[in-house]
């Protein structure tokens, strides 16, 4: 298992945006997550991962993020390689 970070964003109170990866191979087995940077009280983060097939062999995820807090935040879009 391997593990990064694909980008940072950043959404106002109560934003949400969508965001891309792409040509991941469609072989390996792939988990999304989002880190807030700062420390907040409570959940300030929701997303949701679609997955489009680009060609036999590749993907590309689709990543929205919700931001459940009255605040600016800005977060790590992460990501863990299950199998490759």
Do not use: K
């Amino acid at each position: 298992m391997h593990t990064g970070i694909q980008f940072t964003g950043t959404l106002t109170a109560n934003q949400t945006q969508r965001w891309f990866t792409f040509n991941w191979p469609a072989s390996w087995h792939v988990i999304w997550y989002l880190m807030p940077d700062s420390p907040g009280a409570a959940p300030e983060l929701n997303w949701s991962v679609a997955v489009q097939r680009a060609d036999p062999n590749n993907v590309t995820y689709w990543i929205t993020a919700t931001n459940l807090s009255a605040n600016t935040i800005t977060f790590e879009g992460r990501y863990a390689v299950l199998n490759a």
